[in-house]
T-cell receptor
Framework: DAGVIQSPRHEVTEMGQEVTLRCKPI?????LFWYRQTMMRGLELLIY????????DSGMPEDRFSAKMPNASFSTLKIQPSEPRDSAVYFC????????????????FGPGTRLTVT | AQKVTQAQTEISVVEKEDVTLDCVYE???????LFWYKQPPSGELVFLIR??????QNEISGRYSWNFQKSTSSFNFTITASQVVDSAVYFC???????????????FGSGTRLQVQP
């Protein structure tokens, strides 16, 4: 089975440009998460979806960031306009709903997109 | 609020040595899940183990073992007879489901970089 797929793997852009990161979750998973990893802040949650609906976007840094999940197999994270401080590795992860008796399942991560904003 | 502390920033051992990575967590909830992830130099995050708060049994998987102690809020990870391929950053994470839909996001520790020298 394919894991979580992210594209592009690397993105270099100039300040002020729009950046779109893409994610395809594992088939059948109904939770999708976007995380960001930086040296200063470590791994932090940006937003997550359940059944394509955004549940918690409290981690989204500011209005320049937006995320969508138009269907169960695709999500985007957009930064417009991008700034040098957005440089980071952005991870997408997916997981299953809990079955009866359980409340949480492990999240499976994609390979990440390394974003560099100059 | 939840918090995960990995006090060991970096550990260096020689191959075949045993090594323990510490993880201390904070939560007021009685239902929670703990995880360990491995991030090798290639950058992806690899799920290793999930443990729920109701189950304090230790677990062993090959050279890996985990010690969960609620009394000290710790979930430590031991690698026996370490190998060079174990070199990676290891993250401990906490998930506290909330409400009917259950908040699923992971709170990560800052990670411990393990270097295994040949």
């Amino acid at each position: 089975d394919a894991g979580v797929i992210q594209s592009p793997r690397h993105e270099v852009t100039e300040m002020g440009q729009e950046v779109t990161l893409r994610c395809k979750p594992i088939s059948g998973h109904d939770y999708l998460f976007w995380y960001r990893q930086t040296m200063m802040r470590g791994l932090e949650l940006l937003i997550y979806f359940n059944n394509n609906v955004p549940i918690d976007d409290s981690g989204m840094p500011e209005d320049r960031f937006s995320a969508k999940m138009p269907n169960a197999s695709f999500s985007t994270l957009k930064i417009q306009p991008s700034e040098p401080r957005d440089s980071a590795v952005y991870f997408c992860a997916s997981s299953l709903s809990p079955k009866s008796g359980g409340l949480a399942y492990e999240q499976y991560f994609g390979p990440g997109t390394r974003l560099t904003v100059t | 609020a939840q918090k995960v502390t990995q006090a060991q920033t970096e550990i260096s051992v020689v191959e075949k040595e045993d090594v323990t990575l510490d993880c201390v967590y904070e939560t007021r909830d009685t239902t929670y899940y703990l995880f360990w992830y491995k991030q090798p130099p290639s950058g992806e995050l690899v799920f290793l183990i999930r443990r729920n708060s109701f189950d304090e049994q230790n677990e062993i998987s090959g050279r890996y073992s985990w010690n969960f102690q609620k009394s000290t809020s710790s979930f430590n990870f031991t690698i026996t007879a370490s190998q060079v391929v174990d070199s990676a950053v290891y993250f401990c994470a906490l998930s506290v489901p909330q409400g009917a839909t259950g908040r699923r996001a992971l709170t990560f520790g800052s990670g411990t970089r393990l270097q295994v020298q040949p």
